[in-house]
């Protein structure tokens, strides 16, 4: 169940992530086009989350270090969270 949480929240993550970049990048093009200043306009960035789930082996993203974890023979949920905040102490 926590892993298909997970899994779900990635997924919106996800879909957050375009959905700013896509709705925010056109209507700043749009007001650029119409020299309308928009420096007060800030939206949320959330590729901090998503580099810190989707990084790869070399930098051990949290599904990498799950994935590495699936394979060990005498794997625990403690080992698993221990790996994560070994590798993520400063995160």
Do not use: M, P, W
Request: hydrophobic content about 35%; overall charge negative.
């Amino acid at each position: 169940n926590s892993f298909e949480q997970l899994c779900i929240n990635y997924c919106n993550e996800k879909l957050h992530f375009f959905f700013n970049q896509h709705l925010f990048g056109l209507e700043l093009a749009e007001y650029n086009k119409q020299r309308i200043d928009v420096t007060q306009i800030k939206s949320e960035n959330n590729a901090a989350c998503l580099k810190l789930l989707e990084a790869g082996k070399r930098d051990q993203g949290i599904f990498s270090i799950i994935d590495d974890h699936n394979t060990l023979a005498h794997a625990t949920d403690d080992l698993l969270c221990n790996a994560i905040c070994k590798q993520h102490k400063d995160h």
